[in-house]
T-cell receptor, first 111, second 111 residues
């Protein structure tokens, strides 16, 4: 039973364009959502988060959108850069504060 | 501030042996969580410690255990190793419990 789903295993985007990564969740008890970036053989790097009381949070080139009614969140990266190429994980947590991760999306930014 | 550190980075063990992994959290962070990453199961929560007490536990057998010391450093132990325990073990620390910052991981190979 996957509570957090990333349905696109991979995404390719041209440098300078927008990258949109999507994530769906099923558990209504989740109240905090995070995006992490991961390179092989390294730990995930925290990128940006959003609380369930908000619908948008921005940090530089990264923006996360949350649609609670649809149980959907997305990460927008604008403009995309080759250094953004990595696996992106969305994660969700509730009061127990244990992260439940999606399966990841491999983003490739083409020069 | 120094990030989360994990030792050792790589480990090779034989089936039936036991292993202890170590994690030093970011200074001031009192919550330490452990995750297992495998190609088949993705990133899965093992357990979380806060102020030397296990606060949450994931769905793993009792062979997986951990502890936290008064300086917030944490260890996890896996006894009677199985081939399926081969994975990247990640430690994350947090001050709030929600935003978790990961170390580089320990790559465990069981032969």
């Amino acid at each position: 039973d996957q509570q957090v789903k990333q349905n696109s295993p991979s995404l390719s985007v041209q440098e300078g364009r927008i990258s949109i990564l999507n994530c769906d969740y099923t558990n209504s008890m989740f109240d905090y959502f995070l995006w992490y970036k991961k390179y092989p053989a390294e730990g995930p790097t925290f990128l940006i988060s959003i609380s369930s009381i908000k619908d948008k949070n921005e940090d530089g080139r990264f923006t996360v959108f949350l649609n609670k009614s649809a149980k959907h969140l997305s990460l927008h990266i604008v403009p995309s850069q080759p250094g953004d190429s990595a696996v992106y994980f969305c994660a969700a947590t509730g009061s127990a504060r244990q992260l439940t991760f999606g399966s990841g999306t491999q983003l490739t930014v083409l020069p | 501030k120094a990030g989360v550190t994990q030792t050792p980075r790589y480990l090779i063990k034989t089936r039936g042996q036991q292993v202890t992994l170590s994690c030093s959290p970011i200074s001031g962070h009192r919550s330490v969580s452990w995750y297992q990453q495998t190609p088949g199961q993705g990133l899965q929560f093992l357990f979380e410690y806060f102020s030397e007490t296990q606060r949450n536990k994931g769905n793993f057998p009792g062979r997986f255990s951990g502890r936290q010391f008064s300086n917030s450093r944490s260890e996890m132990n896996v006894s009677t190793l199985e081939l399926g325990d081969s994975a990247l073990y990640l430690c994350a620390s947090s001050s709030t419990g929600a935003e978790q910052y990961f170390g580089p991981g320990t790559r465990l190979t069981v032969t």
